[in-house]
């Protein structure tokens, strides 16, 4: 749905007021589910999880809006996976073979995929796709290590530092409210987006940091599915190939 919306609005006003919902809906979450005790590095580790998450939204709701969806999230979902696979193992977590598999496709999938991106128009989105799997990737990380007692609040302090940044850049920019038709589906994704986190904080507090995560970067698969279903985007073989490698390479680490 961002992708689509993406279209018809700025990237800026599109996550501005998406966040500034879901700002809102965590609100009421923390309300209704309240904290046992919280600390305020867990208020900390959420507005730094909310900053560089910001960064990887942006980078993914444009390139989904001007590159191709089946290639930009793949991409995104494949490094947001490795990244904190990697803090996992360096907190003393320990992947099992299969896991070990994921990752050694999960290298060759990013060139496939990128290699068959620039043989159509441009790049497809592979630049936008890389930023917003770092971002995602350090957002998993950070969140994280958010205190189990602290309820939902890192994540309402997540959505403030974004909503923050967010406000300056679109009054500087003078970005106009989105039209009334469009604002219907941008309020589906920002309770659409803070519901998801809203789940893995609490898959953090019952499973391994590298485990989770990668759950959670499964989602390009129903990406793909609907840009090629109801979208009708063509992919090239390589990309084809690529695309299936990422998806197996993600699914593999997660078993």
């Known amino acids: 749905m961002g992708g689509v919306v993406g279209r018809r609005v700025s990237t800026f006003s599109l996550v501005f007021w998406s966040q500034l919902v879901g700002l809102a809906f965590g609100v009421v979450a923390s309300l209704l589910f309240p904290a046992t005790a919280f600390e305020i590095r867990d208020l900390a580790w959420g507005a730094v999880a909310g900053t560089v998450g910001l960064v990887g939204i942006l980078a993914l709701y444009h390139g989904l809006a001007w590159g191709r969806m089946a290639v930009v999230s793949p991409l995104a979902g494949l490094i947001s996976a490795v990244i904190p696979l990697g803090l996992g193992v360096a907190l003393g977590e320990r992947p099992q073979g299969l896991e070990w598999l994921g990752v050694a496709i999960a290298l060759p999938a990013i060139w496939i995929v990128a290699a068959g991106a620039e043989t159509e128009k441009g790049r497809g989105g592979v630049g936008m796709g890389l930023i917003a799997g770092v971002g ?17 609040w890192p994540l309402v302090a997540s959505r403030t530092a974004s909503v923050t940044l967010l406000a300056v850049v679109v009054a500087k920019r003078r970005e ?19 519901l998801a986190n809203v789940f893995l904080l609490l898959a953090y507090r019952s499973g391994l940091i590298s485990l989770v995560s990668v759950l959670a970067s499964l989602y390009p698969a129903i990406t793909v599915l609907l840009a090629v279903s109801i979208l009708k985007e063509p992919l090239a073989r390589r990309q084809i190939i690529g695309v299936a490698l990422a998806l197996v390479a993600v699914a593999l680490i997660a078993l």
């Open 136 to 152: 995602f990737g350090l957002f998993f990380a950070a969140l994280a290590q958010a205190g189990d007692g602290a309820g939902f």
């Open 176 to 194: 106009p409210v989105p039209a009334t038709g469009s604002r219907l589906v941008i309020y589906l994704v920002g309770i659409g987006e803070v």
